[in-house]
């Protein structure tokens, strides 16, 4: 279907009239660049008035089943650069319906993008130009991401130890995801999707000229998780030697190469 029919029949359906606590919305997302598919989510930003937050939340599903009772729904879940999100999913699309104050915007590059549709006061069209502007914080991105990497890898020490093996698949995978979003900062790119790492990350392994993660993928035992978490953590440590060092970022790894002298000197590596 065409772009601009979808939008406009959604919009028109949720937004008129245009509830009171409604300062500005407009469209992210793959609709606002042009990029999507017949698979693509519908991303919604709303900007609601001061005060009146708690209120659009309350509203929000009762919004929704404007345009149809949704078979599944979801929400609201707070992400950074998101604000609440709702998800509703109706019979031919999803919708995710992303809610913000002015207290609550996070200076994003990722909102650059916003197609303003309704915008009275104009605040919500100045935002989204100001993050133009906004580059990623590579340093509090890769913070999060050792310390993150760090954390999973003493939870996968315990859970081996415990015998927890779909515990410890589950933490493998976030050690997986914690990888690719280094990988990113060590190629130069802009880690958009650092909070989704796994999306299009084939693509960007395939220009990386990296394509051996595969083998960080283990069968259903201790040894072969054990084994391909020494793969990851021998991933990290080359990643990290591609980093330019100075003392905030030697600081930031600190943490994760005391986690990975853990796991390497627990009793794991004589039980497997």
């Known amino acids: 279907m065409d772009k601009k029919k979808v939008i406009d029949n959604i919009m028109c359906l949720l937004f008129t009239p245009v509830p009171s606590y409604v300062e500005a919305f407009g469209i992210g997302g793959s609709y606002a660049t ?44 707070k992400y950074w650069g998101y604000g609440f999100v709702f998800t509703y999913f109706y019979s031919d699309f999803l919708i995710q319906i992303m809610l913000n104050d002015r207290t609550t915007l996070d200076n994003s590059p990722a909102r650059a993008n916003t197609e303003i549709i309704y915008d009275p006061i104009g605040f919500y069209s100045e935002y989204t130009q100001k993050m133009k502007g906004v580059g990623w914080n590579y340093k509090a991105i890769l913070e999060q991401a050792c310390n993150y990497f760090g954390l999973r890898l003493l939870s996968i020490r315990k859970s081996l130890s415990r015998n927890n093996i779909w515990m410890s698949v589950s933490y493998l995978c976030d050690l997986r995801k914690e990888l690719f979003v280094i990988e990113r900062i060590v190629h130069n790119c802009d880690p958009v999707d650092f909070q989704f790492p796994e999306k299009n990350i084939e693509k960007d392994l395939i220009n990386f000229g990296i394509n051996d993660y595969s083998s960080t993928y283990p069968d259903f035992c201790v040894q072969s998780i054990y084994n391909c978490t020494l793969r990851l953590i021998e991933k990290f440590e080359i990643l990290s030697g591609y980093i330019k060092s100075n003392k905030d970022i030697d600081e930031i790894f600190k943490g994760v190469f005391v986690s990975i002298f853990k796991f390497k000197t627990s009793d794991l590596n004589k039980n497997v």
């Open 34 to 77: 042009g990029c999507n598919d017949s698979f693509s989510d519908i991303d919604i930003f709303v900007l609601v008035k001061e005060n009146e937050l708690e209120i659009a939340i309350v509203d929000m599903p009762v919004i929704a089943k404007k345009i149809s009772s949704p078979l599944l729904s979801k929400g609201p879940v």
